[in-house]
């Protein structure tokens, strides 16, 4: 079962901010936060990912809280583009394999 | 950086053919590269990691027979669909992982079977 627990919707004005929420309470000292969306019928792309520092290039910045529970991808100026299903990761004890849910699917409108 | 192609895109094929996919990195090698199957309105489903050199570790409920893997390279990676039936129609995704155990693994645009 996939470690992170996400909203499954969110809607976001086109040019505005979107701010995609993930909870990993459970992650431990040395797991790093995948983050990665999924267009319709395509293979998912890498956005980002961080240990315990806040991160950004050039897609979107990935906001990590001090204890770490918790995590909020930003995509800054959000476009059409990015209406896609967003998953948040944490990868399986320790071991490379990546543990897709659901994900969220963002909306972004005109 | 760190490209993975894989081909072919689509296929369509009849019940009882065996079905070659292939997987590589572009512009990076890859030890490891891993094979996933997706069903209409689902998530991602890991199948099976493949390692360079060695036998495939397979997920549970997967069954090896039907899926067989090669990685005889440090950038190719083939999944073969052993006499596919309809129930194996999927879109099927790989993916594969820079050098560093914590660099992300990058995925391929996937690969749309339909056995009829």
């Known amino acids: 079962d996939a470690k992170t627990t996400q909203p499954p919707s969110m809607d976001c004005a086109e040019g505005r901010a979107a701010n995609l929420p993930c909870n990993h309470s459970t992650i431990s000292g040395n797991e790093y936060v995948y983050w990665y969306r999924q267009i319709h019928s395509q293979g998912p792309q890498y956005i980002i990912h961080?240990?315990?520092n806040n991160e950004t290039n050039e897609m979107a910045s990935l906001i990590i809280t001090e204890d770490r529970k918790s995590s909020t991808l930003i995509l800054p100026h959000a476009t059409l583009r990015d209406t896609a299903v967003y998953y948040c990761?944490?990868?399986?004890?320790?071991?490379?394999?990546?543990?897709f849910g659901k994900g969220t699917k963002l909306t972004v409108n005109p | 950086g760190a490209v993975v192609s894989q081909h072919p895109s689509w296929v369509i094929c009849k019940s009882g053919t065996s079905v070659k996919i292939e997987c590589r990195s572009l512009?990076?090698?890859?030890?490891?590269m891993f094979w996933y199957r997706q069903f209409p309105k689902q998530s991602l489903m890991l199948m099976a990691t493949?390692?360079?050199?060695?036998?495939?570790?397979?997920e549970q409920g997967v069954e090896k027979d039907k899926f067989l893997i090669n990685h005889a390279s440090l950038t190719l990676s083939t999944l073969t669909v052993t006499s596919a039936h309809p129930e194996d129609s999927s879109f099927y995704i790989c993916?594969?992982?820079?050098?560093?155990?914590?660099?992300?693994?990058?995925f391929g645009d996937g690969t749309r079977l339909s056995i009829l």
């Open positions: 961080g240990l315990k």
């Open positions: 990761i944490v990868r399986v004890g320790g071991s490379e394999k990546l543990v």
């Open positions: 493949s390692n360079e050199g060695s036998k495939a570790t397979y």
């Open positions: 993916s594969a992982r820079d050098w560093g155990r914590n660099q992300p693994q990058h």
């Open positions: 512009d990076f090698q890859a030890t490891t």
